[in-house]
């Protein structure tokens, strides 16, 4: 089975920026979706297809995805950005989430 | 805007079935892809399968033999049902909304805190 490889754990200064990776082969292939979930609430969508934002997520959130890697980028770090942050893709009609990755503000 | 909303038991004892409705307000069931995800307690989410606006049924490959997702159209509800529980299953259960088949999940519902345990 697909398994999607995200550190469980980033710290980043308030004002810095903050990448989260996702690991996964040849993830590049595929479209890859970002979550974010704060402690006690459901996941909500900050990036899909890659790297567009829904609306009302701020112009802050960005992402790449190319190779064997994909990166969530969040700038400008604020406190209100610190949660749990998770990729997910499709593979073989079934869908896949990374472990997640804490960000933690400083 | 649409919202989800999970309801059913909270507690389920083990070798039994755990249920889960789903009710949907804000958009129609006849449209959309219907899913199930889970979480369990201080660890990563797990997609549980989808139903689409059809009826057809798409699992997990490891849940799949004891899994059944269903649709109520009348109720504009779909639900969950798993059987032969165990405390490996407790878990937030979420429903979420995907536009398509492979597709990213959005709105979610708020979470429903399912534990196995006799």
């Known amino acids: 089975s697909y398994v999607l490889t995200q550190p469980p754990s980033v710290s980043v200064a308030p004002g810095k920026t903050a990448m989260i990776t996702c690991g996964g082969n040849?993830?590049?292939?595929?479209?890859v979706h970002w979550y974010q979930q704060k402690p006690g609430q459901a996941p909500v969508l900050v990036i899909y297809?890659?790297?567009d934002r829904p609306s009302g997520i701020p112009e802050r959130f960005s992402a790449s995805n190319s190779g064997n890697t994909a990166t969530l980028t969040i700038s400008r770090v604020e406190a209100g950005d610190e949660a749990d942050y998770s990729c997910?893709?499709?593979?073989?009609?079934?869908?896949?989430f990374g472990g997640g990755t804490k960000l933690t503000v400083l | 805007q649409v919202q989800l909303q999970q309801s059913g038991p909270g507690l389920v004892k083990p070798s039994e079935t755990l249920s889960l409705t789903c009710t949907v307000s804000?958009?129609?069931?006849?449209?959309?892809?219907w899913n199930w995800i889970r979480q369990p307690p201080g660890r990563g989410l797990e997609w549980i399968g989808y139903?689409?606006?059809?009826?057809?049924?798409n699992y997990n490959s490891s849940l799949e033999s004891r899994v059944t997702i269903s649709l109520d159209t009348s109720k504009n509800q779909f639900s969950l049902k798993l059987n032969s529980v165990t405390a490996a299953d407790t878990a937030v259960y979420f429903c979420?909304?995907?536009?398509?088949?492979?597709?990213?999940?959005?709105?979610w519902g708020q979470g429903a805190l399912v534990t196995v345990s006799s």
């Open positions: 979420a909304r995907a536009a398509a088949a492979i597709n990213w999940f959005d709105p």
């Open positions: 804000g958009a129609s069931i006849s449209s959309y892809y």
């Open positions: 139903i689409s606006h059809s009826g057809s049924a």
């Open positions: 040849n993830i590049g292939s595929k479209m």
């Open positions: 297809s890659d790297s």
């Open positions: 997910q893709v499709w593979d073989t009609n079934s869908g896949v």
